[in-house]
């Protein structure tokens, strides 16, 4: 299946790549008349909402192209932090740019509560077929900015790791918690094996079935 991944984040595009061409799918950036496309997003009425809305006007924007038939992937994301319920959530990039990584931390010192977890919502269609999966990734919001990998948020959410990646040592600051790093820190081979959008791409492939033929 040709899929045409909504997108102008290159690393998200990488992380599709990885789970769902080992199934015989091809994943690339949807890209019409040279440019990505804008879209109308609900932010809102949250992920869900935004992830239906950018895949109804993928649809549309193919139809007449040379992409028409093409199976289109939108994914919409955000980090929910638990002082917060459903904040910054589809904000999250709005959110970022307006206070930065240090008036998040900031906020969740004078909250006292550090839970966190990034969220993703993905959709894929061919325009009669339609399947969604949600990915969740929990985990704490460090007290500083540590490390320069990845995007977003990723240079301040500690996650949750699985005992294969649990680490015995880590040059860490006196409150955050122990044997722990920021995404930032871990960088891509990690991330992308246990992020949010890593686990809603698995459930896509899970959906999917076997191999494309």
């Known amino acids: 299946m040709r899929i045409l991944f909504a997108t102008g984040n290159q690393n998200k595009i990488t992380e599709a790549r990885q789970v769902l061409e080992p199934l015989g799918h091809s994943v690339e950036g949807l890209v019409i008349d040279g440019q990505r496309p804008d879209f109308d997003e609900p932010k809102d009425l949250g992920l869900a909402a935004v992830a239906e809305a950018k895949i109804t006007q993928a649809l549309s924007f193919i139809q007449d192209t040379e992409y028409e038939g093409s199976a289109i992937l939108v994914e919409d994301s955000g980090i929910f932090l638990d ?70 948020y990723d240079p301040i959410f500690i996650p949750e790791l699985p005992g294969e990646y649990s680490e015995d040592s880590h040059d860490e600051s006196d409150h955050d918690p122990p044997n722990s790093r920021t995404f930032g820190e871990l960088g891509a081979e990690v991330k992308n094996q246990i992020s949010h959008r890593t686990r809603a791409m698995k459930g896509l492939s899970s959906l999917l079935g076997g191999p494309s033929r």
């Open 83 to 152: 002082a917060f319920p459903e904040w910054p959530g589809a904000e999250s990039a709005d959110v970022e740019h307006q206070i930065g990584l240090a008036g998040i931390i900031e906020r969740v010192n004078q909250a006292g509560d550090r839970g966190a977890e990034y969220r993703a919502v993905a959709i894929l269609s061919d325009g009669d077929q339609h399947w969604q999966s949600d990915g969740v990734c929990r985990g704490t919001i460090a007290t500083q900015i540590r490390g320069s990998h990845g995007f977003g």
